[in-house]
Structure formats: C-alpha cells, structure tokens
C-alpha cells in the first residue's frame, strides 16, 4: 500500500497536543524538536474524545484544525483517529449501555480505555456523529494521510468481549442465522454432554465462568462472534470517514500476539496494515527470544495483506507497564527499528512524542522527555534513525519481501487448540509455531505467515504446526499443493477436530491421513522427569513433553524414538504423495532438532536463504527486493561480529565493501547486491 500524499518512509509517532493546549510555548518546542529528529509524520486525536467533544453534542475541533495546518506547515503530516479508543465521562454517565459487562456479568465502571461495547446502538451513534465531523473539516486536508480507527482493539484485557444483554441478544440472532435450528446447533456443540442441550434460543448465553464453560463449540463460536461485532464496529467507523475524505485509506493499529482478534479477518477491512511493538529486550541473556518473536510478528503483518505494512508504535527508549522496564542498551534503537524495516515496515512510529506529566503513561518513554531537552541518548538514537531512515527511503519504500517458506497460524485453530483440554493443558500454540520458525530466522530464509484460508500454491514449502482444527477446505489446499509438488510439514495434535471442534471419526490426522501416509495411535504427555530422545541424522535430541505415537501405512521412517514403551517406533516421517513429499514430526523437540530438520530441507528443496552463507549465532540477515535488492544484516549479539564476504557489495551511502564486514553490537547494515 503507497501512502499517495507521502510515499516515503514515516518516521513519527503518537502526538498528544491535547494536553498541552494552554501551553503554546510546549507546542512550539515540540515542532521545533520533532524537525531536529527528523519527524514526518504524528498521530493525533487518538484519546482526545473528550477535548472534542466536551459536552455531548457541543463540539470543539478548532484546535485540532489549527495543529494540523501548523504541522503541515512544518512539513509534517498527519495520522488521523477516531477517538473510540477511551469514552469520556458524560458518555459512560448519561449512557452506561456503552461500558462492558464482564464474563461474570459485572457491567465496567467509568474509566479505562478499549472498553466499550461494540454493540451499543448508542456507542456507533456516538462515535460515528463525531467521526464525520472530524472527517469533513479534516479528510481532506492535504496534511492527512491516513486514519487511525481507534486504538489497539480489544486491548487491555477486555479481550473484545462484551456479555451485556445487548451482545448476549445479537449472539443468539447471530447463532440462529449460522445454525437455522436448535438440533443443528445442539449437533455441533454436541450439547448433549452433561445434559446440557438446549431447548430455546432464549437458554443460551456466553461463556461464563459461573455459568457454561465445557462446551467448546460454544466456546469457539463466542470468539467468532465477538471478532465479528468488533469488525462491524470498526468497518462502521470507517465507512463514516471515507463519505468525506477522498477514499483516504485506513487501518487499525494491531498487537503482538493478540489472541482475542482475528487479524487475518480484519486485514479485508483496511487498507494498510499496522501494528505495535513492545518486545522484551535485554530480558534474558541473550536477545534470540525477543528477536525471533519480533521478527515473526512484523512476517506476520507483511503477510496479512502480502504488502509492506506500517510500525504504528514503538518505544524510543522505554516501556513502564512491564515488570521490569529495561532502557535500550546503545544501538538496540536503530537495530529493532531496522530490523521493522528490513521485514516489510514502511514506518517506524512512536508512542509517543513528548511524555505526558500525570497519569498512567507519564513515565513511558518519549522522543521528548520531561528535561524538554535534545541532550538525552534517547533523542540522538531517534534522531540519528530519522537521518538513516531519510536517506534510506527511497530505495527502501518501492521494494517487497519475497517468501519461498510459508508457515501456518491460524486464529481459529488458535482459539480451539487452548480450549481443547488435552493433552496439556494449556497447550501453548503460538509458542509451539515460534519453534518451527526460529530455524528459518536463523538462517535468513524470508517466511510468511499465513492461516488457512490462504492460497498455498505460491510456496515451495508449508508448515502447519500444531494444526489441531483442519478446516476442509484447508486440507482440500494440501492435498492439491502436495500433488502437485510442495512440501508440506505438520506435527502431532493435528487433523484432530473439525471446524465446529468435533473430532474426526476413523483416525487422525483426520482429513489427510492418506497425505501424511500414516495413523495416530494415541499421544503421550510426559512431565520432564521421564527423559527421552529422538534419532535423527546421526545425532540424538531430547524431546519434549509432547510424543506423538504413530505408525506408518506409506510414508518413510526418517527419526526414531530412542527410549520408553514406544522406542524403535518413527517420530519423524516422510511421504511421498503426487508429486509432492508430506513431512510429520511426531514430537516436541529441542531447538537443535529443528535447526538440523529444516537446514536439510531448505538445501533439499533449493529454497535460497538471504545470505550465501551460515550465518553466526545471533545475525540474521532480511532481504527487501525491487529494481535493486536490500540486505539488512542484523547483529543482535551485545558483541562485535566479524562476516566474510563471498563477493563485492555497496553500501546505501554509495562504498564498497568486500573482504570482512565488522558488526559492531546491536548493528544493522543495509547492502545493496549488485
């Protein structure tokens, strides 16, 4: 997606005037500040509902007016909200139908924020009369650039539920639509357990944890219900912006590892995608989980919509909401902000730029802080980013990541594998495909993300992991892909329910048994006292607590169990089928099992990594191709790195370099290939 008014890299973040009107001298250092660091861009109006709307019905933009035009002045361009993120008190006081009501059936007091319900015929009402008017003295303002739709939906542990009479009622009317009748519905719940099958339409509520609880088709319909009253909430905000503003394209700011929200859905709702990180840097010893997660999640935004996407928020410096709220040791700034970059960002963005002086986020970090100064660490890291990031533009904002490697995660089979009940409980999906993707990371191989209603035919190689609800027509894609020629990886807890969460009768993996050429016989569960290890190219590996025990109809034994009653029997297969090759890994091993797995068949399959070479621990390296292609070496180790090059490359400033490239801690290096 090209931003038309600014097709440049952003470089800003969230901008809170609001606070600081009866301070113009404020005002004026911030540009002053903002223009020294580079800002391009600011969001604004993002929580500023009541300074708007102060009254219900008496409206107040003239200040929002006057900072847009002012910043435009400046050079600066606007990310315009809708400021449903937090509701002010005369709203939540005069209408309390528009606060949530808890799963315990506790309507929320005034306060808070991402918490309203997204059904309230009054909350759209609301909202949507102040978003036009913003929408008609802003939309089209040639400072503007994009909108904002709320903030971070869902977040702050609301989940995006709401179980208020008026959602408990929509849930039913959505149920009756789904289902048609009551046996339908009963049939797929399988309600009958425990006696609980339902005889009205009237009996039936949300989960609660005072109320119904084991019922998993329930359970995965309330999740499907809620992603879709908040995307009807948001696709209603939207379409009251667009009637005044030119088709200005939107998005909605998106979080990490967010469960509660379908982001593949609401990816159809929006133009542009963004996100906001926060990773945990310097948490442990060494920065691989952080890194890997981060990398995953910004893979994951590029391939929501197969486009560049946009950093909506980051920190310069610090969080103040974590346990512990480490500073960015040197250089870690420009390198997390790069390695956004480097995996399809067009953006790297802020919260925020100046920090408030009261309230819950005054101590979170800012491009400007409380001193009011430029002399902090923090403002020459950010500013001395705005100058790479401006020189860097562009050549950076016309090029794409290109992926030979797609891997599965799917919203759905999220919400289904941690509410099925066993083997573990809870089992921890995000955690178990973080494992398949870190091999990849590891050796500089580009990966999409995908769900299961992706197309598969552009890869050379899918892996599912942990794909515990096969949807039909996701196991109709790997049959097809497979036979004509892919590489399909999957693992234990597969194929095991369909769509409604009713295991599949005659064996599992369920729909492509004949795929994977072999048959579950059941699946063990083990606390870590009882050791085991599985046989792979030569070399053992521990396994983990999960241990699949299978045995094999067509496929070939290429890993073995080595201890307990199942020792001998395969834990890794291969299939051929078609022409194609279907891979299962029966166990849940430790990383060095899957850096050996997949290194072979990455070298198997001819897929290309980004680098020529093994790349040392701790560096990865990200491609970014167009006209010329980008390589952006990451070195997340808090130690030089030295790298021998295979051949001449130039640097975006225009040197050659050859010979040995030098890394100094927490470094990125952009190359172009010639």
């Known amino acids: 997606m090209v931003l038309e008014k600014f097709p440049h890299l952003l470089h800003g973040g969230d901008y809170n005037p609001d606070q600081w009107l009866e301070y113009p001298d404020i005002l004026e250092k911030d ?20 300074t708007l709307e102060p009254e219900e019905g008496v409206y107040h933009l003239e200040w929002l007016k006057k900072i847009v035009d002012r910043l435009y002045q400046e050079g600066i ?3 315009l909200a809708t400021p449903s993120g937090a509701m002010p008190r005369w709203l939540t006081e005069k209408y309390p139908e528009v606060m949530m009501v808890s799963a315990e059936r506790v309507r929320n007091l005034p306060g808070g924020r991402h918490n309203f319900c997204p059904t309230s015929p009054v909350m759209r009402q609301k909202i949507q009369a102040l978003d036009a008017l913003i929408a008609q003295e802003l939309g089209n303002h040639p400072g503007v650039i994009l909108w904002h739709i709320s903030n971070e939906l869902g977040g702050n542990g609301t989940h995006g539920e709401c179980h208020c009479p008026l959602c408990q009622q929509a849930f039913r009317e959505w149920l009756k639509a789904k289902y048609k009748t009551l046996d339908a519905l009963n049939h797929a719940w399988w309600a009958d357990f425990w006696s609980h099958t339902y ?12 109320g119904e609880m084991g019922i998993h088709g329930l359970n995965l319909d309330w999740k499907r219900f809620c992603n879709e009253q908040m995307m009807d909430f948001t696709k209603e905000e939207i379409k009251t912006v667009k009637q005044y503003s030119n088709d200005l394209p939107a998005t909605v700011n998106m979080m990490t590892f967010f469960k509660d929200l379908d982001y593949f859905k609401f990816a159809g ?9 926060y990773p945990n840097w310097h948490a442990e ?19 929501l919509k197969k486009a560049p996407f946009l950093l909506m928020e980051s920190t310069p410096s610090i969080t103040n909401w974590k346990p512990v709220n480490t500073q960015k040791r040197p250089g870690m700034h420009k390198l997390a902000s790069l390695q956004a970059v480097a995996h399809g960002s067009n953006s790297v ?16 970090g800012a491009v400007i802080s409380h001193q009011n100064t430029e002399n902090m660490r923090s403002f020459r890291e950010v500013t001395e980013l705005g100058a790479c990031l401006e020189q860097i533009s562009d050549r950076v904002y016309p090029t794409l990541n290109k992926a030979d490697v797609a891997i599965v995660f799917d919203w759905e089979n999220w919400w289904a594998v941690e509410d099925a009940k066993g083997p573990i409980v809870p089992l921890d999906y995000a955690g178990t495909v973080m494992m398949h993707y870190r091999p990849f990371w590891k050796m500089g191989v580009t990966t999409d993300i995908i769900d299961m209603d992706c197309d598969l035919s552009e ?3 899918v892996v599912a992991p942990m794909t515990y609800m096969m949807k039909a027509g996701f196991a109709e894609q790997v049959r097809r892909f497979v036979e004509k020629g892919g590489v399909f990886v999957t693992t234990y807890w597969s194929g095991m329910v369909d769509e409604t969460d009713l295991c599949f009768m005659g064996g599992f993996p369920g729909l492509i048994t004949d795929v994977m050429g072999l048959e579950e016989e059941e699946i063990d569960a083990i606390g870590p006292h009882r050791k085991n290890t599985v046989s792979y190219g030569g070399n053992s590996y521990s396994v983990g607590a999960l241990r699949d025990v299978i045995h094999t109809t067509t496929a070939k034994t290429l890993a073995e169990y080595e201890a307990d009653y199942y020792k001998g029997s395969p834990a890794v297969t291969v299939n051929a089928f078609g022409k194609g090759k279907a891979y299962y890994i029966c166990s849940e091993n430790e990383d060095a099992f899957f850096d050996a797995f997949y290194r072979d068949l990455v070298k198997e399959e001819a897929v290309a990594a980004n680098w020529p070479d093994e790349l040392p621990e701790g560096v990865t390296v990200s491609k970014r191709v167009g006209k010329e292609s980008l390589l952006f070496i990451q070195n997340f180790n808090e130690a030089e790195i030295s790298m021998d090059l295979a051949k001449e490359y130039r640097t975006v400033a225009g040197e050659t370099v050859s010979g040995t490239l030098f890394l100094k801690p927490f470094d990125c290096v952009i190359l172009i290939e010639k």
């Open 31 to 50: 540009i002053e500040l903002m223009k020294k660091a580079k800002i391009n861009c600011v969001s604004l109006a993002i929580f500023a509902w009541a």
């Open 77 to 79: 361009y606007t990310v």
């Open 199 to 210: 005889t009205s339409w009237e009996q039936i509520e949300s989960p609660a944890p005072h």
């Open 269 to 277: 709702l929006v133009d542009v995608i963004s996100w906001d990180s």
């Open 285 to 303: 010893e060494t920065e691989l989980k952080a890194a890997t997660e981060t990398a995953f999640m910004h893979d994951l935004m590029r391939s």
């Open 349 to 364: 963005q802020y919260f925020q730029i100046r920090k408030g002086r009261g309230s819950f986020e005054k101590f979170h």
């Open 459 to 461: 890869y050379k190689i």
